[in-house]
């Protein structure tokens, strides 16, 4: 398994910016592509955005394209979420998950929580109006 610990939430204006961080360990976090999900009160959990485990290919949400960012430093172990332009319906706690697959190939399963066996406690973002 892998631990995975976010940080970076907090309250922000609507247009503002957020930069959320994944810090990993365990197994190796290079071999695995990694996802942000989101989930507001009384709704389920979504797909946000993932990112190939070299960080070549990434993928999005409609709703989050254009204004949110996902990168990763393998040397680091860290993910990363660039948040910009927020919008009051972004407001959610924010998980980062490790795919349960070494070194696949990304694609659409990425999209699917399901697919994914490490998730970390959650980091709250809020974006007042």
């Known amino acids: 398994q892998v631990q995975l610990v976010e940080s970076g939430g907090g309250l922000v204006q609507a247009g503002g910016s957020l930069r959320l961080s994944c810090a990993a360990s365990g197994r190796t976090f290079s071999k695995y592509c990694m996802g942000w999900f989101r989930q507001a009160p009384g709704k389920e959990r979504e797909f946000v955005a993932a990112i190939s485990w070299s960080g070549v290919n990434t993928y999005y949400a409609d709703s989050v394209k254009g204004r949110f960012t996902i990168s990763r430093d393998n040397a680091k172990n860290t993910l990363y979420l660039q948040m910009n332009s927020l919008r009051p319906e972004d407001t959610a706690v924010y998980y980062c998950?490790?795919?349960?697959?070494?070194?696949?190939?990304?694609?659409?399963?990425?999209?699917?929580?399901?697919?994914?066996?490490?998730w970390g406690q959650g980091t709250q973002v809020t974006v007042s109006s």
């Open positions: 998950a490790a795919d349960s697959r070494e070194y696949h190939g990304g694609g659409s399963s990425l999209r699917n929580k399901y697919q994914y066996s490490s």
